[in-house]
Every structure is written in C-alpha cells, then in structure tokens.
C-alpha cells in the first residue's frame, strides 16, 4: 500500500510523467502555456486526503465523524462502537450501492425507451437486430417460434422489468449462469432480487446501527453488484445490442488526430448510446452538412469519447479521441466546436476548460446539470430537437472560431467489436459457430488463459501506461486479453488492437491469432459492457472442458487505473462470479485488518472468486498469471501446456519479444 498516490508525492512537472499519451502531453503543456488547470495538476497539487484512501472515516450520522488509526486499526472505535471492520466495509457498501445504481439506472433508461419503442409510442428508434431479441429472448425461456416480434418485445421487457422493480425471486439472467456458480449463489443467500430492492437494502444495512458484521454486510454488497453485473449492465448490453445492432469486427481509428481542423468537430462523452445514435442521425441530416459548408467548413466530423465514444466505437467505427484522462486535454485543441454530454464521469472541470477555448458544453440529461454548461435536453419522444440544436451552435462556434487551433496529428487504428457472439464465429468459423475452439486452445494450452483488462484512468499514476504495460505482459504470456471501456482506447492508441500486434504474443497466442486474423487484444465496448465478458465466460463453462462453475476457468481480472464507484461495484460483481480481480491505484481497505482478508482470501474459499491489490504492472501480470497457472492445474490441462512450452526456439521468441 505504500505505492499510493505515487505521481502527487513527486509533485511531476513533466507532462511525461502524467501521461503515456503523446497527444496529451502536448495538450498538458499547451494548456499551462495557456494559462489553464487540468486535472493532472490538480492531483499533483493536492494530496489525496490519507485517511480517506484507507476508507478509516466513519460520517454515518452526526456522532462523528469518527476517525481511526489505519496504522494500528484495532486500537480506536468509532463513538457507538463501530470497529474498523464495520467502518471499512459500510464504506465498500455505499461505493457498490453508488456504482451499482449508476450501471442499472441506464439500463432502466435503455428498458424505458424499448418499451415505448415496442409500443409504437417512439418513432425515431426501432428493432435493428431482431435475431438479438430472438437470441436474448430465447435465453431466459420466452417462446420465439412462430410469434411475431413485437409480442416476443413485449413479453421480453415485461420479464426484464423484473430486474428492477422484482421484490422476491431471481433475476431473469440468472438463467444465464452456470449451474454449479447458481447453487453457490443460493447456497450463500446472494442470488439477486431486483436492483432497486437490493440497492435499497445495502443503504439501509449500511446506516448507522443496522449491520455491523462485515462478512454480513459483504454478502449484500455481492447481491446488489450481481444485480448489476448479471442484471441493470446486462439489459443495457442486451437492449443496446436489440436496438443499435450487435458489435462485430469493424476497423477504428482513435487518438486526437481525428479531430479536422476543417470540419465542424463535435464530440460525445459519457455513456447511453441514445442520444449519440441521435447526434449520428443529426449530423447526417443533409440540412445541417449543407450548414456546415455554408459556415465554410468541409463537413461535420463527430467523434467519441470515454465509454459512450468507447460503445459507438465497437458498434459503428466512429473514431474515438480519448479516453477518461482526456477529455480535459482534448480541448485545450481549441478544435472543439461542442463538447456533448449525458451521464457519468464528465468532471466538472470541463466547464471551466471548454469556457477558455470558447467551446461550448452541452448537457443533455435531467439526471446531470452543471454550473455554467449549456443545458438542451434531450428526449427519445423527440430525440432531434436536441441533437439539431447542438449540431447548430457547434456550426456556430466553427463559424466564429477565434482561439488558435492546435491538434496533435496522432492517429492510430486497430480493429474492435468483438462481441461475445461473435467469439463464436471468430474461431469457430461461419459453420461452426461455437465457443468449443477457445476452449480447445485453451485445453492444448495454445492460450493459457483469458484475462479481462478494464476500467478508467485515473491521474494518480500515469495515464494508460499501466494499462499498456500489463496487457503486453499479458499477451507476451500467451494469456488472451478481453476489454472495455477506456482501457481498450489506452490500447488502441498503444497499436495492440491489430491483427499485426500478434507478433507481440508469445508462440502459442501468436499462433491462434495468426491462423484466424484477429488481435491479440480483443476491444468489446464501454463499461456496462462487462456483462459481455460474464456471458462469454458462462458460454465458456456451457461449453466444456474448463470445469463447471465460473470459478473453476482459468481467467482473471484487473481495473489496473480505476477511479469510480463503479469500477468497484464491477469489481465485486466479477468476484462474486468467481473470478479472481486486481485492482491498481489504491485500495479503500486497510491490509491486516479482518475486512481485507475476507475479501483478499476467504470469498474465495466459499466458492466466488477473490480481491488482490497491486500497482506495479508486471506484478499484476505475474498474480493474474499465478492464477491462471492455479486453475489449469486444478483442472489438470497444466500438462498440455508444458508440452507447448518445452520448445526452446518459441521460448527465445518469447523473450527476444
Ligand atoms: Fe461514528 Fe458510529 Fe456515527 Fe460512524 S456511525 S460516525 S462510527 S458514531
Ligand atoms: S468511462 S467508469 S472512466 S472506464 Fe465508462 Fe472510462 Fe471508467 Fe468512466
């Protein structure tokens, strides 16, 4: 833990030192030049508050605050008593809760607009992919055959509703989990309701004087993250998918050299596909290109950002700028002709930034306004009202742009929207479509194992290089590498998402991704597409060969640069499915303490998976790997990939890599 908040100690002056991303170092320094703060010098300047990185504050009620001693955490109590445990783990509690309702809140948002789609009350969207419905359908035990496709609709949201608003029973996706993780859930009592009952029941045990035993008070914080993970995410992947189309392969282009100095540069950021699909429309809309011509400029460029940039990505190729460090940098550019949000992560800086570039910000949310932005709602009754508009005085702004112009020629492509249907044609082929040649590669140990790298950057350690670091370890060791969010655009921008990056895996990867064509590193969405990475492990399990619960694959996972709530309710969904999950940047527990150990050793004994903690990325690689190493012994498939390893020529190839 001593690693915390390594980049505020050095007080780092070089933008270098901040950032990996040459694009943003640039910006760093245009800005200081410029007169502007960015978020990498705020962290610099101010030390993360050390009693709050050890989660050793209690503000429950107006007794405290009470403060303990992380060094010697069992010396103090708070004034009614509470232990550091106690303290500790209602702190997790309230993060999952928060994280948690942010993920189902969306998919409740996306739920809202497929009923009114199915009901003919919304025109501007439809069913892109009606084998998806069919598919999604299907799954959870709605008849399909002969039925037309509204009544399976309506049907499909009336039984996903439940995830919600369900006050007893399961969750319709827990059909999708393997048998043996089920009955581990039922055993444990953590087989999720619905999201708002659960969410509700961890800030209620959360309260002061409710629960006050952590194993007690973790159990609830597993229920509520499964009804993300396996629930709110899930509908939003699934529903995005029905209504959007489902990801497949396309080629992308990210970093900020996809901003034109000649065209109208629109970006969104944030996270619900809606009102970007709509900005898409809009900006096609022959009126508004003939617009942009007559305000002088070639065209209407539209790019993405963070998560909502990171989802229309995988789904349309639309080119992508930046990543959640980035979105500050981007525009000091002053290339910017409007800066559009919706939900989640957009700092409130941004206002402060896009004021001194002239570039306006736009909110478009009820559920997110900010001081001094520009707020034009956005409805799906009538999506283009706001998205015509914006587009208007984002040509507005290009017509009477004044700030000087400044973009970072960096581009970089890849290729992404690996969905994890498409996992099965990928190496399965058109005729054969099925999840039994990963795991084949798997068993004979071509691939030693999957591991999924995602989640944010965060200004306390230097912007995508942990990310970059860890997955070329990763890969180097023939582990194949499933992402989303912004980790996959550190990524992209790093060249690993190509089919040439193969020659970076070690023999056995390199060999698997050079017969099919695909990257080493697969890109698969924003961060509710998490749920992605559960279905294909649960396809994995269906499958055979790799035990029979969750926990028994040979898969690990890691958020090596996290910064949200979010991240640890996603965190504590993958490790209430079985799966082992290091986190980077700091941890809000306190080592040695009974509430660390249950998390770091004991969930995994009862079945789940567990918690590690470490910032360096080759010691990262090293756990996940040791973990991986660990299943494929348990499952007895360690000997065919000594066999694959005794090759001297490939180890060579391996280190000289
Ligand atoms: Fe202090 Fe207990 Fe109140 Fe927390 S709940 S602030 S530990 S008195
Ligand atoms: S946007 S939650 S910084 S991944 Fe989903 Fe990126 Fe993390 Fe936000």
Redesign the pocket.
Known sequence: MEDKQEVSKKKATDPKDFTTCEATARMITKARKDGVELAFDRAANMKACPIGADSAC????A????RLNAKDPYSKV???G?TIDT?MSRNFARMVAAGGAAHTDHGMSMLDLFREVVNGNIKDYKIKSPTKLEAVAQSIGIETEGREISDIAMDLYEELERTYTQVEGEIPFAQRVPAKTLETWRKLGIVPRGAMREIMELMHRSH?GVDQDYANITKQCSRTALADGWGGSMVATEISDILYGTPSPVAIEVNMGVLKEDQVNIIVHGHEPNLFESVLESVNEPTLVQAAKDAGAKGINLVGMCCSGAEMLVRHGIPHAGNFMSTEAVLVTGAVDAMVVDVQCIKQALVKVAECYETPLITTNPRCKIEGATHIEFHEHDPKACTDELVIKAIGRFKNRKVPIEIPKIVNSGVHGFSHEYINYMLGGTFRASYTPLNDNIINGRIRGVAGVVGCTNPRVKQDWIHVELVKELIKNDVLVVQTGCSQVALAKAGLTTPEAAHLAGPGLKEVCETVGMPPVLGLGSCVDNSRILIACAEMVKTGGLGDSLADLPVAGCAPEYMSEKAICIGQYFVASGVYTVFGVTFPIVEGTKFHKHLFEELEKQGLGKWGFATDPYEIARLMIAHIDKKRKALGIDKARERTLVDMADRRAMDAA
């Open positions: 209690c503000k429950h009620c007794m405290g605050p009470c708070g004034v009614c509470a303290i002061m």
